[in-house]
C-alpha cells in the first residue's frame, strides 16, 4: 500500500531560524511528489510538484527537494506569515490520478 | 482567472438529511476530485470525474455516497442519510486535461459539513 509519512508532526521556529521539514514515502512508482501549503479554515494551495530525483525548486524562502525515498521542504529565514500546515501528496502509476496526501506538517514562527 | 468554487461554505445537516456539495472548477478545467478531511487526519481521495464520466470511486463509502459531474454545471457531491461521523471537511480540485505524467490540482476552499 502507497504510503506518505511527514515528519514532525509540528515544529515551532523562531523568525529567521531555517529548518526543513521532511516527507517520506514508499510507493510502487513515483509519477510526481507535490508540497501544498494549507491556512487554517482554508483549501490547500499548491507550492511545488517534482518529478524525479534531484530535482529542486525554489519559491522565495521555500526550496523543495526529491529523492528516491523522500522529500525536504527547506524554509530559509522564515517569518510569521510562513505558519501553515504543510501537505505532501503523491502520484502513483497506475492510480489514475488521485493524490496521497500525508497528514500534513504544523509550522508555527514566532517573531 | 477565478479559482475553484464550492458552496456552501458551511453546511449544517440533521442525522438523516441529505447533504448536496457544488463545486466549480477552474476556467479550461475538466477534471474534478473530490477529497474528505477528517480531524487530525490526512486529506483522503474520494472520486474523479471528468464530464458525465465517473473515472475512479475507489475512495467512496460504498453506501450513501454519490458523485456526478454533468455536462452543464458544477459537479455535486451527494450524502444520503447523513451520520454524525460523515462531519468533515470536503474538498473539492480541478486540473486541466491530462498528459503522461504529473500535473497540478487546485483546491477550492472547501465546504465544512457539520451533521448534529
Known amino acids: 500500500e502507497d504510503q506518505v509519512t511527514q515528519s514532525p508532526e509540528a515544529l515551532r521556529l523562531q523568525e529567521g531560524e531555517s529548518s526543513s521539514l521532511n516527507c517520506s514515502y514508499t510507493?510502487?512508482?513515483?509519477?510526481?511528489l507535490f508540497w501544498y501549503r494549507q491556512d487554517p479554515g482554508k483549501g490547500p494551495e499548491f507550492l511545488f510538484t517534482?518529478?524525479?530525483a534531484g530535482e529542486e525548486k525554489e519559491k522565495e524562502r521555500l526550496k523543495a527537494t526529491l529523492t528516491k525515498k523522500e522529500s525536504f521542504l527547506h524554509i530559509t529565514a522564515p517569518k510569521p506569515e510562513d505558519s501553515a500546515t504543510y501537505l505532501c501528496a503523491v502520484r502513483v502509476t497506475g492510480a489514475n490520478s488521485k493524490l496521497t496526501f500525508g497528514k500534513g506538517i504544523t509550522l508555527s514562527v514566532r517573531p | 482567472n477565478a479559482g475553484v468554487m464550492q458552496n456552501p461554505r458551511h453546511l449544517v445537516r440533521r442525522r438523516g438529511q441529505e447533504a448536496r456539495l457544488r463545486c466549480s472548477p477552474m476556467k479550461g478545467h475538466s477534471h474534478v476530485y473530490w477529497y474528505r478531511q477528517l480531524p487530525e487526519e490526512g486529506l483522503k481521495f474520494m472520486v474523479y470525474?471528468?464530464?458525465?464520466?465517473?473515472?475512479?470511486e475507489s475512495g467512496m463509502p460504498k453506501e450513501r455516497f454519490s458523485a456526478e459531474f454533468p455536462k452543464e454545471g458544477p459537479s455535486i457531491l451527494r450524502i444520503q442519510q447523513v451520520v454524525r461521523g460523515d462531519s468533515a471537511a470536503y474538498f473539492c480540485?480541478?486540473?486541466?486535461?491530462?498528459?503522461?505524467?504529473?500535473?497540478?490540482?487546485?483546491f477550492g476552499p472547501g465546504t465544512r459539513l457539520t451533521v448534529t
Open positions: 480540485a480541478s486540473s486541466p486535461v491530462v498528459r503522461d505524467g504529473a500535473y497540478e490540482q487546485y
Open positions: 470525474l471528468q464530464k458525465e464520466n465517473i473515472i475512479d
Open positions: 510507493v510502487s512508482g513515483l509519477r510526481g
Open positions: 517534482l518529478y524525479s
